[in-house]
């Protein structure tokens, strides 16, 4: 679900690893190094879907990797709040609205929405509970490239 595929070019001038996500459009990184780029790629995701969050725009969901793509899981916090956020759009709930839901103020739901705010999993959890969301997790081994 928000696990990007991105593409990683080298920048033949500067030999750094430049990052691009077709999903995200405003998503950029780079990094001296693969890995460098791709641990830089997480924190450009994360950024981006802030800027969606910012703009009210629903967060994309990620296509399927193509070839020579690499894949980017982002923090299961951050995609618990993207998911809030398009449950949010998709049904039409205002933050007052969900505000009233939770017992709590606007300012509490605006950090919630705040993918770079450190909010309790169990908040989120019931809020997307509270817009008929369940949470499926699942753990995987990681495939090594």
Partial sequence: MFNYPVRVERDETTGAFVVSCRDLPL?????D???????????????A???EVDERRPIP??????????????PVLVA????????????????????RKLGQKGPQIDRLLD???????E????????L?????????QQSRV
């Fill in 27 to 31: 998503m950029n990184s780079v990094g």
């Fill in 33 to 47: 190094s693969l890995d460098d780029a791709l641990l830089q790629s997480v924190d450009a995701i994360v950024v």
């Fill in 49 to 51: 879907i802030a800027i």
């Fill in 61 to 74: 969901l990620a296509s399927a990797p193509q070839e020579g793509e690499h894949v980017i899981s982002l």
């Fill in 80 to 99: 618990m709040k993207a998911a809030l956020h398009n449950a949010m759009i998709e049904t039409g709930t205002r933050k007052a609205d969900l505000a």
């Fill in 115 to 121: 993918v770079e705010h450190s909010s309790k999993v």
């Fill in 123 to 130: 908040t989120v959890e019931l809020a997307l509970h509270q």
């Fill in 132 to 140: 008929n969301r369940q949470i499926d997790l699942s753990i995987s």
